[in-house]
C-alpha cells in the first residue's frame, strides 16, 4: 500500500535485515558493532531484558520461543479500554436556561453552575466549537435565554484534591489595618457583611488611590474561605453602609437585586438652602459631562441616561440649609450630588458640583454632608438584611450646630406605612360618601321639578 512505511522487523529478522524485505535494516546500530534488538510485537515478550551474564546466554536463546500457552494467553487479551478517572464523565452535557439565569452572560451562567470549570476553558471550548447554545456555536459573552439548550463538552480530568496543592492565602495587611476594617463591620451573617465606610475611603482603587475598601476585604475573612466581594459602591466622600457578599451565591442574588431596583437605599444629606416642594421627585437625564475624562456628570436631556431621585425634608434651618432624605430610584454615578445642584441645593461640602455656594460659614465642617444611611435588601437564605450605619462625626456635629433634632431623621418607607383605614378614617369616607349621595338626589328632583314645568 503506497503511503504507509516499512515494516519493523519483528521476532523473525536476522542479520540486521528486515523479514522479506532484502534490504539492511534501518535502526542504528548499538555501542558494540551489532543491530539493536528488533521490537517485539504484542504478545511477544517485553523488549527490554536485563542483561544476563555470559554463561547463561545460550540457554536464554534456546528459550526465545514463546510457550504455547503464554501465547494462547496472549492471543485472547482484551483490547484496552479508556478509564475515566472518578467523577468525570465522558459524554456531553445538556442544560436548560432556567427563568432566573434569563439574559445572562454564558461565562457568567458557568461561573454560577460549573464554577470548576475556569474562563480559559470555556474559552477553548467556544474556540474549537464544541461549545454550543441552542445548536449555535456560542461565545463567553454571548447572552442566554430561558429555555435554550447549552451543549457543554466532556469533563476533563483533574487531579485528586488531595493531590493539589492548596495555595496558602497571604494577607498583605498590617494588624491596624486589620482591626481598622474590622471595627467598620456593622453586620455580619453566612452570606453578607455591612460596613459603615467613613468619609475619605474610596470604595475601589485607581489613580494615585492606595487606600481603598477593595484592599482591605482580606482583613473580613472572618471564617469563610474566600475573601467578600462587592456588590455595589460608594463615592470616596460620601461615608455610610455598604453591602458585601462573602459567597458567590450571594453576590449574583445581591447583584440581581440591585439591577431590579427591589435593594432601597436611603441616604441622609444637608443641602443649601430648603426645597419649595418638601417631598419631590427630580426626574433628569445624566451623562458624563465632556472633558471631564468621566469625573464629572451633568444633565444632559439628549444624551443622558434616564435618572430618578426622590427627597423629603425632614427639617430646616430657616432658609439657610434644609436636612434632607433621598432615595436614588436608580443607580447612575454621583446621581444624588448632580440632581441636588440641578434644582438649586447642593449638598453642603460638594465642591465639584456646588462650586463656593455649596460651603456654609461658621463652625460647619467643609467636608461633603451625603451619608448612606440605610440599605434594606431581601436576604438569599430567606428574611432581609436591614442595617443603619451611625453618621460620621462632622456630619453629626453640622446637625448639632444646625439645631436638628436626630430623632426625627428616620422615616418609614412607603412600603412601611400602615395604609389601614382607621376608624376615623372610616367616618370621614362615610360623610363623604353621604354628600355625594344627596348631591345626587337632589340632581334628580331638579330634574323631575324640570320635567312638570315643561
Do not use: C
Not at 13 to 19: E, I, M, P, W
Not at 166 to 184: C, F, G, H, S
Not at 397 to 404: A, D, I
Amino acid at each position: 500500500m503506497k503511503g504507509r512505511p516499512p515494516a519493523k522487523g519483528g521476532a523473525g529478522s536476522r542479520g540486521g535485515k528486515t523479514a522479506g524485505s532484502g534490504r539492511p535494516s534501518d535502526r542504528k546500530p548499538t555501542g558494540r558493532g551489532k543491530p539493536a534488538a528488533p521490537r517485539k510485537r504484542d504478545g511477544d515478550k517485553p523488549g527490554f531484558k536485563p542483561r544476563a551474564p555470559a554463561a547463561a546466554k545460550s540457554a536464554a536463546a534456546r528459550s526465545a520461543t514463546p510457550r504455547p500457552a503464554a501465547a494462547a494467553a496472549a492471543a485472547k487479551a482484551s483490547p484496552a479500554k479508556p478509564n475515566p478517572a472518578k467523577g468525570v464523565s465522558l459524554d456531553v452535557r445538556q442544560y436548560r436556561v432556567v427563568a432566573d439565569d434569563d439574559g445572562i452572560r454564558l461565562d457568567r451562567w458557568f461561573q454560577r453552575h460549573l464554577p470548576d470549570v475556569g474562563f480559559n476553558l470555556v474559552s477553548r471550548w467556544s474556540r474549537t466549537g464544541q461549545l454550543r447554545v441552542g445548536g449555535a456555536r456560542a461565545a463567553p459573552g454571548d447572552r442566554i435565554s430561558e429555555g435554550q439548550m447549552i451543549r457543554v463538552p466532556p469533563a476533563e480530568q483533574k487531579p485528586d484534591a488531595a493531590d493539589r496543592p492548596k495555595r496558602a492565602r497571604v494577607v498583605d495587611l498590617t494588624p491596624d489595618e486589620i482591626a481598622y476594617a474590622q471595627d467598620m463591620v456593622i453586620h455580619r451573617d453566612a452570606q453578607a457583611i455591612v460596613i459603615n465606610k467613613p468619609p475619605g475611603l474610596a470604595t475601589q482603587g485607581g489613580t494615585k488611590t492606595d487606600a481603598h475598601v477593595d484592599k482591605l476585604l482580606d482583613a473580613l475573612l472572618f471564617d469563610a474561605e474566600s475573601r467578600p466581594k462587592l456588590v455595589h459602591r460608594l463615592d470616596k466622600d460620601t461615608s455610610g453602609a455598604l453591602l458585601l457578599a462573602r459567597t458567590s451565591r450571594a453576590a449574583a442574588h445581591f447583584a440581581k437585586a440591585f439591577s431590579s431596583r427591589t435593594a432601597r437605599k436611603v441616604y441622609w444629606a444637608l443641602v443649601m438652602g430648603v426645597p419649595s416642594i418638601e417631598d419631590g421627585m427630580i426626574e433628569l437625564p445624566i451623562a458624563k459631562q465632556p472633558g471631564t475624562g468621566g469625573e464629572k456628570m451633568h444633565v444632559d436631556e439628549e444624551e443622558g441616561l434616564p435618572a430618578r431621585s426622590r427627597y423629603r425634608v425632614i427639617e430646616r434651618a430657616g432658609n439657610r440649609a434644609a436636612w434632607v432624605e433621598l432615595q436614588p430610584y436608580t443607580g447612575r454615578t454621583h446621581q444624588l450630588r448632580v440632581h441636588m445642584a440641578a434644582i438649586g441645593h447642593p449638598i453642603v461640602g460638594d465642591g465639584k458640583y456646588g462650586g463656593k455656594e455649596a460651603f456654609l460659614s461658621g463652625t460647619i465642617s467643609r467636608k461633603m454632608h451625603l451619608h448612606a444611611r440605610r440599605i434594606r435588601v431581601d436576604h438569599p437564605d430567606g428574611g432581609r438584611v436591614d442595617m443603619t450605619a451611625e453618621l460620621p462625626t462632622h456630619f453629626a456635629n453640622s446637625l448639632n450646630e444646625l439645631g436638628f433634632d436626630l430623632a426625627l431623621g428616620d422615616m418609614p418607607l412607603d412600603d412601611e406605612i400602615d395604609r389601614t383605614p382607621t376608624r376615623e378614617d372610616e367616618k370621614k369616607a362615610a360623610r363623604q360618601h353621604a354628600k355625594q349621595y344627596r348631591k345626587g338626589r337632589k340632581g334628580e328632583r331638579r330634574a323631575r321639578g324640570s320635567a312638570r314645568n315643561a
